[in-house]
């Protein structure tokens, strides 16, 4: 079937159902975008919230493959560090990876106005705001939609949902049989608080270029970069128990537990009290779903088959590379869909299950680790190390973040082998006075060949020990 | 509050739900039963299906508490063994226990029947049929009910929802904030068929105190005698793949299927390829959620909360075990339900996640270890071992099936100990030849002292090195 004799509807024109629908109207297929809400770009659909997110390698890629990665670059923030507030009001700093690599701060409003946008001018792709979809006849590929029009229906050559961690289209494709699902509700929530900009325009809090924690344990705050001057905080604490949502009560509480906490920047918060009171705590969940694909017409995209956690900033960046994945499956498979629809859900699945379970672990990183000697010495050495054998020792961080050719699963098990060589490098006794001297690296060295020396299942695209010899 | 002036309304006449009304009734509650489907005992409501279960000492010592299990052991036949047919006629037997031990074979429908004719002969308990949940307010506890006279709503102090895998009460929780909840659905699936009795209402297959399994790895026949003289009978497999419900076409293919894979029962099933053609195979699925209680007002039990595979033979064991296992914390916590609710689940949540693992693990074993002569010699192994020293090795089956002291949980922790042991047993040259000399059973008496002797953690009622002493 030529490309354009297809008709490809996408249920939802947040981040993902926009971006596919400039890959698919790129690759010439007819696509229509159909979004429950107004028109973002008329009006604030985010009722004043100014939400950022860190956009990284993975979501450059699938920007740049279809040519929007410059005009996206022109409103983030590169964010080149970690800073972390010590409740003493000392600041550490950790880079994100080398000279020239950072994430950036986006503002989500923003970037999905932006997408929209750019989704608009292509002459295959049409907007349908007001659509909210009520039904899908899973069997033959029909949707329904209430529009202010009344009701609409459809019969595209396929159906994405693209609608996001609570999809409509993710919650009827439940009630068929053989559904596998799975929704997971941490513990911690959060809730937004603001930085406003100095009356000039300029930001109170620096550095500028990265992303502050003020790591607590039980809780913390970060702090994100806008354009306009402001940071977008985030204060992520548990539902009830000790030191959260629940047990935190009155107004002079509050502001003592700010004043207390996060003694720099309690100030320059704005009313965060009353912010604390007046808004509910947001929960974070996980979302898992087994198969994506229906009929081969119907097919989950991003977080409406995946939604993580926010804690590695790769939730956007995974819909993003879904994008990008499918794409590279339309090429190669010349865009048979029978293959390719579930190519890409056997692509994607262990893939996003691995940053799933990456993110879920960062929450204890960022919250608890990044405030501890020993974790920033872990770091440390692991950067040197990977300074002196760059193909033999790629950070974690590193691979997830700035490695979009490793799949997020590798990325996983190879982390969790680099984890078990350097809880034993920690070890080594009075490792805080000696870790800077030849023999700790030389030792890191032998635990990394022989790990990854002799196995011939390990990517050796990455790295090596000959390699490492040649780095060396 | 005086338990008489309590109300509380169990959504459900089910197995659970009935068996729970009797348990709270007993305990001096007044208890609403509400069921959406009409009175079982009047019409069929199973359309003519003769599902059977089986019925173990956990559902028993459930029963027995409460005094019904005289009245449930008339209408169960006990099956004392496995009987293994192989595909070329050849029949190998394994008991389940020891002498005296047996699992029961009961109606579905007779035994649902009786327990609600036990709970209606209780003064406080009311029955309601056709009373069909929709609505239930999870802050003020109150529910509404479509009924053959219109709309009526409750707002009783407790409500359970005791409705089963697929629960309203569950699916409305689902949508509350904080939930966590999983389906998964199993590749296999299932059909009903049936060995008529003889004109004499004898069985046509024997022996009849048994439970019949035909493994054929990628699929399994299994028998279950019923008091009127027939047998039902399950065919498990796959939806689709080789040997699928799917690959199997066209009634003359079927007919040869049952011909070659079952040759010694396939001219006593009643048309089975019809059968096979008209039935569309059940989904079996795994149902997980937590919590199971709101507000403490609210709660799930049974297989609303925790349905699983039937392999192990324990979804209503376990459900009966729920009921058990809420009278004892409500007696303890002399009915103190803010206390009993949130015990309740905390106390069942480990140990329904391990029986559904091990109901998921034994479809492995029934579909294929069973025909392997390698797993017929492991437990012959074990079983003269537990004969030596009963205290030291009580066999997993055991322990899930005959001992309901044994929580789920530890029974699942203790059998993977002993599947290790037993993985380095069978790892004996020629062990086939060996099994029976003295020194084998020594070197497993060694082997489970290393595991057990010292472990002071390990539960010592059930058995300890110097019990094995005193055994041997």
Redesign the interface.
């Known amino acids: 079937m030529i490309p354009s004799q297809e008709s490809i509807a996408i249920a939802g024109a947040g981040l993902v159902g926009s971006l596919l629908g400039v890959y698919l109207a790129q690759r010439g297929y007819r696509v229509d975008l159909y979004e429950g809400r107004p028109d973002p770009r008329i009006g604030n659909v985010y009722q004043g919230r100014s939400i950022n997110l860190a956009l990284s390698d993975r979501g450059w890629a699938a920007l740049e493959k279809v040519g929007l990665a410059q005009a996206i670059r022109a409103e983030a923030i590169p964010m080149v560090e970690r800073v972390i507030h010590g409740i003493d009001g000392s600041l550490t700093t950790q880079p994100y990876g080398e000279a020239g690599q950072a994430i950036y701060s986006v503002s989500r409003a923003g970037i999905n106005q932006r997408l929209i946008s750019l989704a608009e001018q292509h002459e295959q792709v049409s907007l349908h705001f007001e659509y909210r979809l009520t039904q899908v006849d899973f069997a033959s590929g029909t949707a329904g939609f209430d529009t202010p029009a009344g009701t609409v229906q459809i019969a595209p050559q396929r159906l994405f949902g693209a609608d996001g961690a609570n999809s409509k289209i993710r919650r009827l494709m439940?009630e068929l049989?053989?559904?596998?699902?799975?929704?997971?509700?941490m513990d911690v929530a959060y809730i937004e608080l603001n930085i406003p900009a100095n009356a000039d325009g300029s930001h109170q809090l620096g550095p500028i270029e990265a992303l502050h924690i003020w790591p607590r344990d039980q809780f913390m705050l970060i702090a994100l970069p806008n354009l306009d001057g402001s940071f977008t905080c985030t204060l992520f604490m548990d539902?009830d128990g000790p030191n959260s949502f629940a047990s935190l009560q009155g107004a002079p509480a509050i502001q003592a537990f700010f004043e207390t906490q996060f003694p720099d920047v309690a100030a320059l918060l704005e009313t965060p009290a009353q912010h604390f009171i007046e808004r509910a705590p947001s929960?974070l969940a996980l979302v898992d779903v087994y198969p994506w694909v229906q009929a081969n017409r119907i097919c989950l995209i991003g977080d409406a088959c995946h939604a993580i956690v926010p804690f590695y900033g790769q939730g956007m960046n995974a819909g993003f590379e879904d994008c990008r994945i499918l794409d590279e499956l339309l090429e190669q498979m010349e865009g048979d869909w029978e293959q390719v629809l579930p190519a890409f859900q056997q692509s994607r699945k262990a893939n996003v299950a691995a940053i799933a379970t990456l993110a879920k672990r960062n929450y204890i990183e960022m919250s608890r680790l990044t405030g501890q000697p020993s974790f920033l010495l872990r770091k440390k050495i692991e950067a040197k190390f990977s300074r002196k054998y760059p193909k033999l020792w790629v950070p974690l961080y590193t691979m997830v973040t700035f490695r979009p050719e490793i799949p997020y699963a590798e990325a996983l098990r190879i982390g969790d082998e680099q984890s078990a060589i350097m809880d034993e490098i920690m070890t080594i006794p009075d490792i805080e006075q000696h870790w800077d001297e030849d023999w700790v690296l030389a030792k890191l060295y032998q635990l990394a060949c022989r790990q990854w020396g002799q196995a011939l299942t390990f990517h050796s695209s990455h790295r090596s020990c000959s390699d490492a010899k040649a780095d060396g």
Do not use: G, K, V, Y
């Open positions: 439940q049989p053989r559904m596998n699902f799975s929704l997971e509700t539902f929960p």
